[in-house]
């Protein structure tokens, strides 16, 4: 069974600043999906970034880009020029690329934005 | 567009009850899931859904249950509630297997 660890309960980073959040995970396949979730006070689930794993190309979505290093099988979230309104629970999940959609997340990083 | 909409969004119950919590999907999204998050256990999968058929079900004992009707919408039910079973629902929706699943806010069931 894949498994997903997120070695970081808490982060805090200052407003601009760049912070990174790390995620490895264990699988035995070759195609598979990662993601990011943000989960605010709100506790709606937001995707933030999302990689396949035959893609050797690093996904980017404005501020937010990963490090996926797939022989290391780690998947690190890279924020940059921090905002307030990323101040939340991230994510990271995993997804076999074929058969089920399930989703097999971390447990968590806090992430604190200091202004 | 509509995202994700999960109803109630608060559910008090009794010890005993059951209760059934409701998710309408984004509009042609006909993959569903459903997860339980709770602060010890953290997100973890309970159903999928495609096309009214289950494809997958989590490691959860017989009492929960789920369905999807013909419309995409699903509803999972929760019968003889534990105190244990007080969870944040959440609701998830795909429009294909290449797409990250878009959530709900979720139900908060406290189980009294």
């Known amino acids: 069974a894949q498994t997903v660890t997120q070695s970081q309960p808490e982060m805090s980073v200052q407003e601009a600043e760049t912070v990174t959040l790390s995620c490895t995970y264990d699988?035995?396949?070759?195609?598979?999906?990662l993601f990011w979730y943000k989960q605010p006070p709100s506790r709606q689930m937001i995707l933030v970034i999302r990689?396949?794993?035959?893609?050797?190309q690093n996904a980017t979505e404005n501020r937010f880009s990963v490090n996926f290093q797939k022989a290391a099988k780690s998947f690190s979230l890279k924020i940059s020029d921090s905002q307030l309104g990323d101040a939340a629970m991230y994510f990271c999940a995993y997804r076999s690329a074929g058969g089920s959609e399930k989703l097999v997340f971390g447990k968590g990083t806090k992430l604190t934005v200091n202004p | 567009k509509a995202g994700v909409t999960q109803t109630p969004r608060y559910l008090i119950k009794t010890r005993g009850q059951q209760v059934t919590l409701s998710c309408s999907p984004i509009?042609?999204?006909?993959?569903v899931s459903w997860y339980q998050q709770t602060p010890g256990q953290g997100l973890q999968f309970l159903f999928e859904?495609?096309?009214?058929?289950?494809?997958n079900k989590g490691n959860f004992p017989g009492r929960f249950s789920g369905r999807q009707f013909s419309n995409s919408r699903s509803e999972m039910n929760v019968s003889t509630l534990e105190l244990g079973d007080s969870a944040l629902y959440l609701c998830a929706s795909s429009p294909g297997p290449e797409d990250g699943y878009t959530f709900g806010s979720g139900t908060r069931l406290t189980v009294v």
């Open positions: 509009s042609g999204h006909r993959s």
């Open positions: 859904y495609f096309s009214e058929t289950q494809r």
């Open positions: 699988t035995s396949e070759s195609d598979y999906y």
């Open positions: 990689q396949e794993a035959y893609k050797q």
